[in-house]
């Protein structure tokens, strides 16, 4: 098992400090990352570093939930962590086997309050330090061989049945962020950008969204690299001919998408993590009303706070550099947007925060 440590990634400007560990089950890959410490577990899950398809909760079996155990299943609900097994450690140091039901019986109705499915979840119990002990002092070690190695072998059964493979992002419907528009004398205007996901094709019709009224074209040719495609992918950076489109139609900062799959909007409910000084984010607070820059994709749009919420969903008046704290934005246009999508928040050529929208309102 290798194990790397990231001291420092950068996303957005902002710095992570991770573990991040991969291995092999029999029928999945997994990328493993573990945030020790609270706040670096905060920016990682806001900032999207990673998009977590799952996670596995560690609960001391010993001592039951902790205020953190809270903190983090509140925050994989805030930033749309789809699915959790869970595993009770320590759990030789459980002498009455009553102590660890009634554990158990704890952090499902935890779950339950945060609406996971609390009934439902798998929690297996065990002893990592013994798995571990057991494994450093025969390296060679079978299943079957030993009961502590044999919890980490049904912890990983859990998780393979549990939590869903996500859908390939080729599956999803068809949506590029406009980075460029240019026009080609007698062939017309040609949109360039990543193919966020799904797939093109020369004759598709497309939606442009964002920043004006939504309108309805045809491509009529798909280039990647000067070469002419019949189709790009999630993940290609391509330039979209499109018919009966003016220069003047389309911009920066708009999204081609398949028709009716994505739609513009103005206001959004959004947990937002305010970057400290030591981050390069701001100096001092600020207050409802505050009106900076919000970066979606490849647009920035002037965007109002209109209230600032805390974690139990009490009015704020003011939000200090550090602070996670929900938040309802007004934006000046309207932006294609949905639940789920990450934004940076900026002021005087700065990223002073960032965020994921939690719900759209308008």
């Excluded at 609270?38 to 996670?55: E, F, L, S």
């Excluded at 393979?160 to 460029?180: G, K, M, S």
Aim: hydrophobic share 40%; glycine share 8%.
């Amino acid at each position: 098992m290798r194990s790397t440590l990231h001291p420092e990634e950068r996303a957005r400007g902002i710095t992570i400090n991770t573990a991040t560990v991969e291995y092999e089950t029999e029928s999945r890959h997994y990328a493993h990352v573990d945030c020790p410490g609270h706040a670096d577990y905060v920016k990682n899950m806001i900032t999207g570093a990673a998009q977590m398809d799952g996670a596995i909760l560690v609960v001391s079996g010993a001592d039951g939930p902790m205020p953190q155990t809270k903190e983090h299943i509140l925050l994989a609900k805030q930033v749309g962590v789809p699915n959790m097994v869970v595993f009770l450690n320590k759990q030789d140091q459980v002498d009455d086997e009553e102590l660890l039901q009634l554990v158990e019986l704890e952090v499902r109705e935890l779950l339950s309050s945060y609406e996971f499915p609390g009934d439902d979840i798998p929690i297996i119990s065990g002893s990592a330090l013994l798995a571990l002990e057991a494994l450093m002092e025969n390296p060679a070690i079978k299943r079957g061989d030993n009961q502590w190695v044999d919890k980490i072998y049904e912890l990983m059964d859990n998780v393979d049945n549990y939590i869903p493979i996500p859908q390939r992002q080729t599956e999803l419907p068809f949506l590029l962020a406009v980075e460029d528009v240019f026009s080609i004398t007698g062939r017309g205007t040609v949109a360039t950008g990543r193919v966020e996901r799904g797939t093109i094709r020369t004759g598709d019709t497309v939606d442009i969204v964002g920043l004006r009224e939504t309108r309805n074209f045809t491509v009529t040719g798909v280039e990647m690299f000067q070469k002419i495609l019949d189709e790009a992918l999630a993940g290609d950076n391509v330039g979209l001919l499109l018919r009966g489109v003016q220069k003047a139609d389309i911009q920066r900062g708009m999204v081609l998408s398949k028709p009716g799959s994505i739609t513009p909007h103005t206001k959004f409910e959004a947990i937002v993590y305010v970057l400290k000084k030591e981050e390069g984010g701001r100096h001092s607070p600020f207050f409802a009303g505050y009106r900076p820059q919000f970066y979606m994709r490849t647009t920035d749009v002037t965007g109002r706070v209109a209230s600032i919420m805390n974690d139990k969903d009490e009015e704020s008046k003011m939000v200090m550099p550090g602070d996670r704290v929900k938040m309802i934005v007004e934006l000046i246009m309207p932006v294609a947007c949905e639940q789920g999508m990450r934004f940076a928040i900026r002021e005087g050529g700065k990223t002073v925060g960032a965020g994921v929208i939690q719900a759209i309102i308008e």
